[in-house]
């Protein structure tokens, strides 16, 4: 049994063999946007929480959403 790190591929054999052109099908564009990592808070809000540590408390909606 003969055992190799690596099989051998020719290119030139491939190069003959040139895939049909096809046309892709028409589709719409989306495009997406990455800001950045958006964190939610888990836990529920404290009430009296903001007297407490001078805080004010944090939004449970991003202010961007509806």
Same mark, same amino acid.
């Given at each position: ?8 591929? @020719? ?10 052109? @096809? ?6 564009? @989306? !495009? ?5 990592? @958006? $964190? ?6 404290? !009430? ?5 540590t001078g ?8 202010? $961007?959403?509806?």
């Open positions: 049994m003969e055992t190799s790190m690596a099989d051998i591929v @020719r290119l030139k054999d491939r190069l003959d063999q040139k895939p049909v052109n @096809r046309t892709p099908a028409p589709t719409q564009a @989306r !495009i997406l946007l990455f800001t950045g990592v @958006r $964190y939610t808070r888990t836990e529920p809000l404290l !009430i009296g929480a903001a007297s407490l805080k004010r408390p944090v939004q449970d909606m991003h202010p $961007y959403e509806g």
